[in-house]
T-cell receptor, first 110, second 115 residues
């Protein structure tokens, strides 16, 4: 079945630095979505990428969808303490089956 | 937040007992999902539904069953709870894929402890 892998599992970042988290699917995806979960909370939708090679930005967050529609990345610049949380990618496949990666837990050092 | 409610929010149950978790939505969304979240494993899909009485298995469906008799309700049942099913369970809903508006909205989660 479809598998979605995400690396790294943990990311310790100094406040003000940049980092990237990566997502890879074992199958071609209809789209890829990114979610953020704050500690103790539930996942909240950030963005959806649909087209091959698509790049979208949300303030300091840049999302990219690979050409083969099997991988994606999230790049955060100038990390802030408000960026703390776990970031998940999720791949949408046939039948609207939504499979999540393992997540990248981000810890920010002030 | 989207109209999605999980009940109960917390439950402690004994090994071998049946448990049913309920997910209720007021958004009339077609798709509903049950995930479990455990440290180091992210969100793993248990079962999902693509319509009334239409369900399919996810990656960790063993030991779980689901039912969807109405658009608004998706029930997750643990027939005989085991300690390995101690977890946080999230329900999610999403709209029809044809609209390309496929973002999933999550409930607040149910923390289940099997002792």
């Amino acid at each position: 079945g479809q598998q979605v892998m995400q690396i790294p599992q943990y990311q310790h970042v100094q406040e003000g630095e940049d980092f990237t988290t990566y997502c890879n699917s074992s199958t071609t995806l209809s789209n890829i979505q990114w979610y953020k979960q704050r500690p103790g909370g539930h996942p909240v939708f950030l963005i959806q990428l649909v087209k091959s090679g698509e790049v979208k930005k949300q303030k300091r967050l840049t999302f990219q969808f690979g050409e083969a529609k099997k991988n994606s990345s999230l790049h955060i610049t100038a990390t802030q303490t408000t960026d703390v949380g776990t970031y998940f990618c999720a791949g949408l496949a046939a039948g609207n089956k939504l499979t999540f990666g393992g997540g990248t837990r981000v810890l920010v050092k002030p | 937040d989207a109209g999605i409610t999980q009940s109960p929010r917390h439950k402690v149950t004994e090994t071998g007992t049946p448990v049913t978790l309920r997910c209720h939505q007021t958004e009339n969304h077609r798709y509903m999902y049950w995930y479990r979240q455990d440290p180091g494993h992210g969100l793993r899909l248990i079962h999902y539904s693509y319509g009334v009485k239409d369900t399919d298995k996810g990656e960790v469906s063993d030991g779980y069953s689901v039912s969807r008799s109405k658009t608004e309700d998706f029930l997750l049942t643990l027939e005989s709870a085991t300690s390995s099913q101690t977890s946080v369970y999230f329900c999610a809903i999403s709209d029809d894929h044809g609209t390309m508006n496929t973002e999933a909205f999550f409930g607040q989660g149910t923390r289940l402890t099997v002792v």
